[in-house]
C-alpha cells in the first residue's frame, strides 16, 4: 500500500489478519510517523465497541486509513478515496445470519457511491468480479487515459531472488 495519506479502507476476511497487518504498519521503520498515528484498526464484531469506534471516526476526523475486517465496510470516512478488498473471493465475505448479503459487494457498491478506487486483492479473481468487468474498462477510454487491468501476478516468481543463478526461493 502506497502511504500517500488518501484517505482508505483495507478490508481483510479475518479480524486477526487485521490486527497482524495494522502492527506491521505501526511497525514499520519507513512508513511516514505522521501517517501512523492515522491509522485505526475497526474492532471486532460487538456492537458497543463497533458504535465507539465508529462514533469516534465521525467526531474525530482523524483517521486516514481504517482497516478491519468485515464490520470495516460501514466505517465512516470522510473524503473516501480508496477500498481495499484483500482475498476478495473468500467465503468469510458473505454474512452467516440473516439477512445474508456478500460484504465484498457492499464494499465495491461504496466505492462506486463514494468514486473511490476498488483494489480487489487476492489469488484469483472471484468468477463474479471477473465477468463484471466489461470490455471498455479493460481498455483506454481515450488515448491519454491508462486503461484500467487485471493483472494476474505469479506468487511463486513474486519472492524469486533477483540473483543471477538462483533459481529458488
Not at 460501514?74 to 468469510?92: C, F, M, Q, Y
Not at 445474508?100 to 468480479?129: C, D, H, M, T, W
Request: net charge positive.
Amino acid at each position: 500500500m502506497r502511504a500517500d495519506g488518501l484517505p482508505t479502507l483495507v478490508a481483510v476476511p479475518q479480524h486477526e489478519a487485521a490486527k497482524r497487518f495494522f502492527d506491521l504498519l505501526q511497525a514499520a521503520d519507513d512508513f511516514p510517523p505522521a501517517l501512523s498515528a492515522r491509522i485505526t484498526l475497526f474492532p471486532k464484531s460487538g456492537a458497543k465497541a463497533e458504535w465507539r469506534a465508529w462514533s469516534r471516526l465521525l467526531l474525530r476526523d482523524e483517521a486516514t486509513i481504517v482497516i478491519g475486517a468485515q464490520s470495516v465496510a460501514t466505517a465512516p470516512l470522510k473524503g473516501l478515496r480508496r477500498v481495499i478488498v484483500e482475498d476478495e473471493s473468500n467465503h468469510a465475505w458473505r454474512t452467516q445470519r440473516s439477512p445474508i448479503y456478500n460484504v465484498r459487494s457492499l464494499l465495491a457498491k461504496r466505492a462506486q457511491l463514494e468514486s473511490a478506487a476498488l483494489v480487489l486483492g487476492g489469488r484469483l479473481p472471484s468468477s463474479r468480479a471477473f465477468m463484471q468487468m466489461e470490455k471498455q474498462d479493460l481498455l483506454p477510454a481515450a488515448a491519454k487515459e491508462k486503461p484500467k487491468k487485471m493483472y494476474f501476478v505469479d506468487l511463486k516468481l513474486a519472492y524469486s531472488p533477483a540473483v543471477k543463478g538462483v533459481q529458488d526461493t
